[in-house]
């Protein structure tokens, strides 16, 4: 048997629509794999489908047993940590803790990349399309930036000293969460939009190269994606002063939402001050919310 | 009486429109003021404008002089290095050389984010739009990312061994010529491109910061702009074939071209190769070429 762990995410980081990610040491899912029977079994305490055409795991393994032409069955065990469909890359997590499991089960010796791609077809099943930034950031650890024809995962390492605060409010959230958000933005974007977004991604980027939290916090910038969802997060301007005041040096959604991220230099910043701020703005909308300060997390990885 | 000189410089790099510049130690603008009588005059032996009102260089001094409340009248001689009309940000070279030489003759301390909004007055007169990455690389150096809600303007220091290679044809251009490339442009931008585009300007920064020559080769690419003017060159696909069989890691248009831009590791590359492939690129089409072998400069400074 091999267990594998995979980290929490936060995709988009403001700019970047589908192509930034960053893994997240806030919480793990983990699972095991097992050869086992002629087929794919899941088993969980968790509430989640265990038919393997309709679970993220057991679509990974199926797409990977199928390619590698692998004859036995398998069983998987999966054990949620990431809370599933508030913007914290929950499906993410388990699409690359199966990959990366399977993987070491029968020594497929796959690159990130291949990883990636393996876990991106579990997350087609939540979100409705193939998106890699949230699978990207699980497989392969710290910031991730996606190219997707063809795919190819670059991966930095964020600064030692940037800390980050997620806040996950206690709202019911549609079934098809990610698909229901993707559809409100607009298919067409003015260009003026297209020339801001790429000029805050690209000094978001500078920033995570050279260490500059600041800049990391100005560029946490969306004009095109952030303007349609933020009906979604009436509490978004509130909790973003609130952070801001108590040291944050950016605030944005954290993915598809209705989870929120601060990013803060934990070198100078209280970050428990953050998520009371942060918890803060949610109850000035009345809404209670769950707080995970947390840094940068290493890839999918095998524990014992 | 100050003499300034500023660099030439290539615009978007592929997928950051308005956005990226780089530096360019091909050739450079020179002008010089001198404090004379109560208006401002303009000399120069290059057949460019010599009223103040229709010359890059008039129009930024004139700005500077009118928003710092300077009574004396200023002569600007001007010495272009830079040829005009070819992408190798003819205009902003001056734009950047008369507000450094102003500044120095009054002292004026300004910041070279302040230097980069002034010497931009002077681009809004030739390209019809105020756009701030060639005038932002002239005046700062190296490479440069510009926000523009406010003006802020990011500087990298370019991989040492980054060495690039400009072909500017024998081609006849348009008068407006910046103008009429950015008519062409689309207004909006299918979703699915803006993603495309921000993952190769990311990708891009991150090859400055780490000094991967490859991946910024791999990440000059752009679907939303060149799709638009490549009719405009149509040498540019044999250019990049061939400029990439002789060692390049990336080619595209320089600015709004009809200049071609080759990016190379100077350190494995002979760049005099890339520089006759591109030379040949634009020989299959009929077209002579000037080819400019040079690396990243310096910004705008005072000399001698």
Do not use: W
Request: charged letters at 15%; hydrophobic letters at 40%.
């Amino acid at each position: 048997m091999i267990t594998a762990q995979a980290p929490s995410s936060t995709a988009n980081l403001g700019p970047g629509f589908d192509v930034f990610g960053m893994a997240l040491d806030a919480c793990f899912d983990t699972v095991s794999v097992a050869e086992e029977g002629s087929s794919i079994t899941i088993s969980s305490d968790d509430d989640i489908p265990l038919e393997y055409t309709k679970n993220t795991a057991g679509i990974v393994v199926d797409m990977m047993r199928t390619d590698f032409d692998i004859k036995p069955g398998v069983h998987i065990k999966i054990r949620k940590g990431v809370p599933a469909g508030y913007g914290m890359g929950s499906s993410a997590a388990s699409a690359a803790a199966a990959a990366t499991a399977y993987s070491n089960l029968y020594n497929l010796n796959l690159s990130l990349t291949e990883l990636t791609r393996y876990a991106g077809y579990g997350e087609q099943a939540s979100a409705g399309s193939i998106h890699y930034d949230n699978v990207a950031a699980s497989v392969c650890g710290g910031f991730v930036m996606v190219h997707t024809k063809p795919l190819r995962v670059i991966n930095l390492r964020p600064p030692e000293n940037l800390t980050m605060c997620v806040a996950v409010p206690d709202v019911s959230t549609p079934e098809k969460k990610t698909q229901v958000s993707r559809g409100v933005i607009p298919e067409m974007v003015p260009l003026c939009d297209v020339t801001t977004n790429i000029s805050f991604a690209s000094s978001l980027v500078a920033g995570m190269c050279t260490g500059d939290i600041s800049l990391i916090g100005d560029s946490l910038q969306d004009v095109i994606v952030e303007p349609a969802r933020r009906h979604m997060i009436p509490a978004l301007d509130d909790i973003r002063n609130l952070a801001v005041s108590a040291g944050a040096a950016g605030v944005t959604i954290s993915g598809a939402g209705p989870s929120v991220i601060a990013f803060a230099d934990g070198s100078i910043v209280d970050i428990d001050s953050v998520g009371e701020a942060m918890r803060e703005g949610f109850g000035n909308h009345d809404i209670n919310c769950k707080i995970f300060p947390c840094k940068s997390a290493k890839g999918a990885g095998t524990v014992q």
